[in-house]
């Protein structure tokens, strides 16, 4: 679990997914016996908003840093005012 593996044990990935919920949510909103109605696809979006969402939001800001930068380097485009700082 601490490596980033899958959590196979039922307990343990219901106390994960607690966790993740909390701080999704900025404090104690739900513990681990209120998860035991949450089927699979609510599960796999609560862990997909918490771990996924974030990574490809880094990526995005990557992607977006890097296009202005090459932008910034041609001088044409900051002479007719397209360039947005």
């Given at each position: ?6 959590v ?11 966790q ?21 696809p ?44």
């Open positions: 679990m601490a490596r980033g593996a899958p196979q044990h039922a307990e343990l990935r219901r106390l994960r997914l607690a993740m919920i909390n701080r999704l949510h900025g404090g104690a909103v739900v513990s681990l016996w209120d998860l035991g109605d949450l089927d699979g609510a599960e796999d979006l609560i862990f997909a908003v918490a771990i996924d969402l974030p990574k490809r939001q880094a990526s995005a800001a990557e992607i977006e840093r890097q296009r202005m930068t090459w932008l910034k380097s041609h001088p044409q485009y900051g002479e007719f005012g397209l360039l947005v700082n």
